[in-house]
């Protein structure tokens, strides 16, 4: 018995089967190329069925869309980053999200149609959609958009799409591994050569090699004691690249917060519901936004409604949950139950489980994390910088398109769009490369990992539970590294996290460990998301300005002078508790810094 | 008033075969909007962390959590204790692969089904980038959603009484996938072409009609519907071919 069970050889390997991942594992096996993708859960229960409200792409086949073009959707896009992207990355994007919708339709997403007729939108006003784009794809309004924009089922939009892309995994027979999770990179300082994974099943070891490596993983959000995502969206691929200790991490103190999580538990509630006319009410029932954000109004970007939703809840507007959280109402009931019912159907669902009938009830709503704008840092291929052979998309990278801030829409297109152009560059690299390793290598990747796993269920160094340390970094960032941040709160989180990150290094389960624990599985993944969450507070702790998402009352202004840059973070040693942060330009090619039209500076 | 909850909850883990199965007792003081997903995940996090039970989305959206609560199967995520009595028993999900307590292989089964049903679309057409997409009415999109809205989170195969007697079944998930693509005018195969798929005993015609399965979907997808349309389609087609 060797100390792992199985070696598995493939030209491309895919870690994350979502929608990014799903949609390159497609472009490789076009080509011809052997494809394994690795998935912690099945396909078809990943992160991207979660995605409800839909995907940004400027088709303008509804009247409210009528003229859009991809110059409209790049500008909306690069404000909405409060400049903080490289912009020939959003240029590609914007004009491959068209292409990437129009396959999906192709493929058999149910995409909502255009229905032809004279329409009063929520608002009074009076619209016509004619004949001629009848049955074409309709859009609805999203967040910090200039056009209705944001393609659409019901809102099942994540769910029909990642249904449809998985439909052509199947389809084509790639190989997938489900609960099988990467838990390292296999490199050599200079060429990714796979990964060691565990199996979720059993516990045993497995070792992947092949030619490419493409990191699908999503985001980080349940660092955050707070957020919408699902519960498997720890960052691990983010932190198993920078483990490598020469593949930076792209702007992490890039965090976005979602105006309207449900309260007590953070399950997301559809930007599409504002988009489709909801209003936001504080304790007197009064719609406020408008007061703040007088045209955009519940519409302005995301980064800028929570903040006004915060400072509302700050001036005692805010109603009192029994759970003791703070909190303001979503207001849908004028929508009718038939639209409730039809285009809002699965948050109509939530809500019903959370008790609220929302065609007669008030939603208890608050601003949540989100989403990760930061990310495996790659070129505009999706190539990692630092290693040969690894590539990234979707969620987990950093190419990067939504500077400080992302639009709604936006994240659900960038799956399908770079898992359509990183997929066949990888493909590219990949059939211009060979594989070679040796056993010691491999041996030498297993055994690191072994030890790991002996010392976690010894406990030689200590007694710390992994779930106590993990409960505490949530708290630490949701306290202190949140919607409005300040250098004593984050000094004073980078400094409590170095703790924990020490402390980590001390766990002893209480499980044993045996077998596919997952109990063992937390204690592997911690150290990895204790300096995830290092690099957003040190990330956020020296940018001295605001910028999107990252708001600091300490330096309220964007200050493009010292910081039109963006953050890129190394961790070269282990043992080390602090990320180096080095420093690059974002690529201005079109669209010069200048106001955004909406958010604080335009309320002066 | 707040109770303390007795959670009765079966155990195995096949990789220790010699542990037989059993149920162990957890207590757990209950606390308000507790849903099953907040109960277990305190339960494994302060009481035992070998307990062994899947959630992803923790949102109702992504099929992970379907279990046996008090005999009925059940999303773990969108059941809040409140409802139920205080003494709760779980059980895994019958009919799918055992991984461990509470976990099942729902993700293998559910992937040989729609490679079975061949759940995709089958057309002769080329995808090209320059063309717009092919039109559609809106109706026809929102009829293929609702079918779409299947979240395989097995329940309907767990409470399906001759799922339990004939193991190729393929269930009333496997049926509405039939009847999505039926509905999907993209989808250019014939009636011939699915009788030869569900037109038999393990298809469409092995339904007993007790409809368990219409009573305990979560997406609340109306499989008898749904199953009837695509017997109606199918015993045309039977006829004419007859």
Same mark, same amino acid.
């Given at each position: 018995m060797g100390t792992y069970r199985r070696i598995h050889t493939t030209d491309v390997l895919i870690v994350g089967a979502g929608l990014a991942g799903g949609r390159a594992a497609i472009a490789a096996a076009e080509a011809g190329l052997d494809v394994i993708i690795l998935s912690i859960v099945p396909p078809r229960r990943s992160h991207s069925c979660a995605a409800q409200g839909g995907m940004q792409a400027s088709l303008g086949n509804i009247a409210m869309g009528y003229g859009d073009n991809t110059d409209i959707h790049f500008a909306d896009t690069v404000k909405g980053s409060d400049w903080g992207s490289d912009q020939d990355v959003v240029r590609l994007f914007c004009e491959t999200s068209p292409v990437a919708v129009r396959e999906l339709s192709y493929w058999g997403t149910p995409w909502n149609r255009v229905v032809a007729g004279k329409k009063k939108l929520p608002n009074g006003q009076e619209v016509e959609d004619t004949k001629d784009k009848e049955g074409y794809i309709t859009a609805r309004d999203f967040g910090g958009t200039a056009k209705w924009r944001t393609c659409y089922t019901s809102d099942g939009t994540g769910h029909c799409m990642l249904y449809t892309i998985d439909s052509v995994v199947v389809k084509m027979g790639i190989t997938i591994h489900d609960r099988m999770e990467a838990i390292s990179l296999i490199h050599d300082g200079e060429y990714c050569k796979g990964v060691v994974a565990r199996c979720l099943r059993t516990g045993e070891l497995v070792v992947y090699l092949s030619k490419a490596t493409l990191i699908a993983t999503g985001g980080y959000g349940r660092l955050y004691a707070a957020s919408t995502n699902a519960v498997i969206n720890e960052g691990n691929g983010m932190f198993i690249a920078q483990e490598t200790g020469i593949v930076p991490l792209g702007n992490m103190e890039a965090v976005q917060f979602h105006p309207t999580g449900i309260v007590p538990d953070w399950v997301l509630i559809t930007e599409g519901a504002r988009g489709d006319g909801g209003y936001l009410l504080d304790k007197n029932?009064?719609? &406020?936004?408008?007061?703040?954000?007088?045209?955009?109004?519940?519409? +302005?970007?995301?980064?800028?409604?929570?903040?006004?939703?915060?400072?509302?809840?700050?001036?005692?507007?805010?109603?009192?949950?029994?759970?003791?959280?703070?909190?303001?109402?979503?207001?849908?009931?004028?929508?009718?139950?038939?639209?409730?019912? $039809?285009?809002?159907?699965? =948050?109509?669902?939530?809500? !019903? &489980?959370?008790?609220?009938?929302?065609?007669?009830?008030? !939603? @208890?709503?608050? @601003?949540? #994390?989100?989403?990760?704008? *930061?990310?495996?840092? $790659?070129? =505009?291929?999706? /190539?990692?910088?630092?290693?040969?052979?690894? &590539? /990234?998309?979707?969620?987990?990278?950093?190419?990067?398109?939504?500077? &400080?801030?992302?639009?709604?829409?936006?994240?659900? +297109?960038? $799956?399908?769009? $770079? *898992?359509?152009?990183?997929?066949?560059?990888?493909?590219?690299?990949?059939?211009?490369?060979?594989?070679?390793?040796?056993?010691?290598? !491999?041996?030498? %990747?297993?055994?690191? #990992?072994?030890?790991?796993?002996?010392?976690?269920?010894?406990?030689?160094?200590?007694?710390?539970?992994?779930?106590?340390?993990?409960?505490?970094?949530?708290?630490?960032?949701?306290?202190?590294?949140?919607?409005?941040?300040?250098?004593?709160?984050? #000094?004073?989180?980078?400094?409590?996290?170095?703790?924990?990150?020490?402390?980590?290094? %001390?766990?002893?389960?209480?499980?044993? *460990?045996?077998?596919?624990?997952?109990?063992?599985? #937390?204690?592997?993944?911690?150290?990895?998301?204790?300096?995830? +969450?290092?690099?957003?507070?040190?990330?956020?702790?020296t940018r001295t300005e605001s910028r999107g998402a990252h708001y600091r009352e300490d330096y309220p202004k964007r200050d493009d002078a010292n910081w039109l840059k963006r953050t890129l973070s190394y961790w070269s040693d282990l043992n080390a508790d602090l990320p180096v942060l080095k420093y690059e330009d974002p690529v201005i090619t079109e669209l010069p810094p200048g106001e955004r039209g909406y958010g604080e500076s335009a309320t002066k | 008033m707040a109770r303390e909850l007795i959670f009765n909850i079966f155990r195995f883990n096949p990789n220790t075969p010699d542990i037989r199965p059993y149920i162990q007792t957890y207590r757990l003081q209950e606390e308000p909007q507790m849903n099953l997903f907040i109960a277990l995940t305190r339960i494994r996090e302060e009481q035992d962390p070998t307990l062994i039970f899947d959630f992803c989305c923790r949102a109702g959206i992504c099929g992970s959590c379907g279990m046996i609560v008090n005999g009925k199967p059940k999303l773990a995520c969108r059941t809040p204790v409140s409802d139920l009595k205080r003494k709760i028993t779980l059980y895994p999900l019958p009919v799918f692969k055992l991984i461990g307590d509470l976990s099942v292989d729902t993700g293998i089964w559910f992937r040989e089904c729609n490679l079975r049903t061949e759940s995709w679309i089958h057309t002769n057409k080329a995808f090209n980038e320059n063309e717009l997409e092919e039109r559609m009415d809106n109706k026809t999109a929102l009829n293929i959603y609702e079918a779409d809205r299947c979240i395989e989170c097995g329940c309907c195969i767990a409470t399906c009484i001759t799922m339990n007697i004939r193991e190729d079944f393929l269930g009333a998930a496997g049926i509405n996938k039939i009847s999505r693509f039926m509905l999907d005018p993209r989808d250019n195969r014939t009636d011939h072409q699915y009788y030869e798929i569900v037109g038999s005993d393990d298809g469409v015609f092995g339904c007993t009609a007790l409809m368990a399965c219409d009573s305990y979907c979560p997406q609340q997808i109306p499989l008898q519907k749904q199953l009837a349309y695509v017997r109606r389609k199918l015993l045309i087609a039977g006829l004419r071919a007859g």
């Amino acid at each position: 018995m060797g100390t792992y069970r199985r070696i598995h050889t493939t030209d491309v390997l895919i870690v994350g089967a979502g929608l990014a991942g799903g949609r390159a594992a497609i472009a490789a096996a076009e080509a011809g190329l052997d494809v394994i993708i690795l998935s912690i859960v099945p396909p078809r229960r990943s992160h991207s069925c979660a995605a409800q409200g839909g995907m940004q792409a400027s088709l303008g086949n509804i009247a409210m869309g009528y003229g859009d073009n991809t110059d409209i959707h790049f500008a909306d896009t690069v404000k909405g980053s409060d400049w903080g992207s490289d912009q020939d990355v959003v240029r590609l994007f914007c004009e491959t999200s068209p292409v990437a919708v129009r396959e999906l339709s192709y493929w058999g997403t149910p995409w909502n149609r255009v229905v032809a007729g004279k329409k009063k939108l929520p608002n009074g006003q009076e619209v016509e959609d004619t004949k001629d784009k009848e049955g074409y794809i309709t859009a609805r309004d999203f967040g910090g958009t200039a056009k209705w924009r944001t393609c659409y089922t019901s809102d099942g939009t994540g769910h029909c799409m990642l249904y449809t892309i998985d439909s052509v995994v199947v389809k084509m027979g790639i190989t997938i591994h489900d609960r099988m999770e990467a838990i390292s990179l296999i490199h050599d300082g200079e060429y990714c050569k796979g990964v060691v994974a565990r199996c979720l099943r059993t516990g045993e070891l497995v070792v992947y090699l092949s030619k490419a490596t493409l990191i699908a993983t999503g985001g980080y959000g349940r660092l955050y004691a707070a957020s919408t995502n699902a519960v498997i969206n720890e960052g691990n691929g983010m932190f198993i690249a920078q483990e490598t200790g020469i593949v930076p991490l792209g702007n992490m103190e890039a965090v976005q917060f979602h105006p309207t999580g449900i309260v007590p538990d953070w399950v997301l509630i559809t930007e599409g519901a504002r988009g489709d006319g909801g209003y936001l009410l504080d304790k007197n029932l009064y719609r &406020f936004m408008p007061d703040y954000e007088p045209k955009k109004k519940e519409l +302005a970007s995301r980064d800028v409604v929570s903040r006004h939703m915060m400072r509302h809840i700050l001036k005692g507007l805010g109603i009192k949950h029994p759970s003791g959280i703070e909190h303001l109402w979503l207001d849908i009931r004028h929508l009718g139950a038939k639209h409730i019912y $039809t285009n809002l159907r699965e =948050i109509a669902e939530i809500c !019903i &489980f959370h008790g609220v009938h929302p065609e007669k009830n008030l !939603i @208890p709503v608050r @601003p949540t #994390q989100h989403y990760s704008m *930061g990310g495996i840092r $790659t070129n =505009i291929d999706g /190539a990692a910088y630092g290693l040969k052979g690894l &590539f /990234a998309a979707g969620e987990a990278m950093c190419w990067d398109m939504h500077g &400080f801030n992302r639009l709604g829409g936006n994240s659900v +297109a960038e $799956t399908v769009v $770079t *898992g359509k152009i990183v997929g066949k560059k990888c493909t590219e690299y990949t059939l211009g490369t060979t594989l070679s390793y040796s056993y010691q290598m !491999i041996e030498d %990747n297993v055994a690191k #990992q072994k030890d790991r796993i002996k010392k976690l269920i010894e406990g030689k160094n200590g007694k710390e539970d992994v779930y106590k340390l993990r409960t505490r970094m949530g708290e630490i960032l949701w306290d202190k590294v949140g919607i409005f941040r300040n250098g004593k709160d984050l #000094q004073e989180a980078v400094d409590e996290l170095r703790e924990l990150y020490k402390r980590s290094q %001390n766990i002893k389960l209480k499980s044993g *460990g045996m077998g596919a624990s997952p109990e063992l599985g #937390q204690a592997l993944r911690l150290p990895g998301m204790i300096r995830l +969450a290092i690099c957003i507070s040190y990330g956020a702790v020296t940018r001295t300005e605001s910028r999107g998402a990252h708001y600091r009352e300490d330096y309220p202004k964007r200050d493009d002078a010292n910081w039109l840059k963006r953050t890129l973070s190394y961790w070269s040693d282990l043992n080390a508790d602090l990320p180096v942060l080095k420093y690059e330009d974002p690529v201005i090619t079109e669209l010069p810094p200048g106001e955004r039209g909406y958010g604080e500076s335009a309320t002066k | 008033m707040a109770r303390e909850l007795i959670f009765n909850i079966f155990r195995f883990n096949p990789n220790t075969p010699d542990i037989r199965p059993y149920i162990q007792t957890y207590r757990l003081q209950e606390e308000p909007q507790m849903n099953l997903f907040i109960a277990l995940t305190r339960i494994r996090e302060e009481q035992d962390p070998t307990l062994i039970f899947d959630f992803c989305c923790r949102a109702g959206i992504c099929g992970s959590c379907g279990m046996i609560v008090n005999g009925k199967p059940k999303l773990a995520c969108r059941t809040p204790v409140s409802d139920l009595k205080r003494k709760i028993t779980l059980y895994p999900l019958p009919v799918f692969k055992l991984i461990g307590d509470l976990s099942v292989d729902t993700g293998i089964w559910f992937r040989e089904c729609n490679l079975r049903t061949e759940s995709w679309i089958h057309t002769n057409k080329a995808f090209n980038e320059n063309e717009l997409e092919e039109r559609m009415d809106n109706k026809t999109a929102l009829n293929i959603y609702e079918a779409d809205r299947c979240i395989e989170c097995g329940c309907c195969i767990a409470t399906c009484i001759t799922m339990n007697i004939r193991e190729d079944f393929l269930g009333a998930a496997g049926i509405n996938k039939i009847s999505r693509f039926m509905l999907d005018p993209r989808d250019n195969r014939t009636d011939h072409q699915y009788y030869e798929i569900v037109g038999s005993d393990d298809g469409v015609f092995g339904c007993t009609a007790l409809m368990a399965c219409d009573s305990y979907c979560p997406q609340q997808i109306p499989l008898q519907k749904q199953l009837a349309y695509v017997r109606r389609k199918l015993l045309i087609a039977g006829l004419r071919a007859g």
